[in-house]
């Protein structure tokens, strides 16, 4: 790359990490940090981060089956590591969000919320999940919540923090929060809200309806159904095969058109302009750029 072309690209980064901060103050008003100690007290499971360095595929496994992959304290904490981790692989080019054994995520360990159940917890905790959520999303990797069995309350949020959700046929996501005398509080009603539309999101907040994948193809939530006998692996390499049609060509391709995606879903269009121009100008003259001229191709 050029002197030129990393000084825009470090604009274009800069630009990113701007955002996030503001998503730091804007949903805290203060930072996150005190919640730190009361979630480690809730230790349980495991969050997983594989990076697959030859497709530049990375696996986020959220690992708790006895309690049907529920998100203890000591997870949310993991999760924010591991998308910190992901936020600077500089090599990869997606992300599949999945969950352990055979289901995706029952949302918060409910122990944890009983315990945090006063205001004050309650909104910290929330967010430090948005702050974290919304990491997740702005990665400059694609991301695909591949759904197997069930993704409730918390879990449904987190689908909806990937820029794709592929569903197996037994899959359900439901945003139970209305059976909990709740609304979704880690920004998966803003998220849902801009997948499906507001009359959409309604319904599944208003009637904590179970989407199917059927019912999640009509109404966009969902992107593609897979169709797959259960086992072992076998919903992740039909995955990996769906994502491949988008990760072809080199990493810093492919992760500039997801960062002209997030600034032109989340900005101003004056703003989403300019930072489209410095992510093009991080491509522009670059290696896969050159080839490309060089071969004089035809797109047929
Ligand atoms: C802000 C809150 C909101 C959010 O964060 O956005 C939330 O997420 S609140 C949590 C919302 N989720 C739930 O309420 C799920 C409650 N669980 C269920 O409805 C059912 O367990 C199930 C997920 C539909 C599975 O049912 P089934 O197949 O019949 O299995 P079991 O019920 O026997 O579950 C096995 C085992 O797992 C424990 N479990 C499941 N979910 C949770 C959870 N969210 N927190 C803690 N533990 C959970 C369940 O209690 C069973 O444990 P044992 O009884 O010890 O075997």
Redesign the pocket.
Known sequence: MSVCGAARCRGAVRRILQQNRAVCSHTSGSTPEGIREKLQAFPGGSVELQKQRDSGVALLTVNNP???N?FSGSMMLELEQRVRELETWTEGKAVIVQGAAGTFC??????A?RALANPHDGMKMCEFMQNTLTRLLRLPLISVALVEG?A???GA?LTTACDFRLMTSDGVIQF??KH?G?V???GGAARLVRIVGSQNALKLLSGAKKVDPDTGKQMGLVDEVLHCSSGEGNALSHAERWLGQFIQGPAPVIQAAKRVVVSGRELPLDEALQTERSVFGTVWGGPANLEALALKPKHK
């Open positions: 006895a309690r049907m529920a029952s949302g918060s360990d409910l122990n919320v069930r409730l309350g918390g949020e139970v929060h909990m709740l979704p509080g880690w």
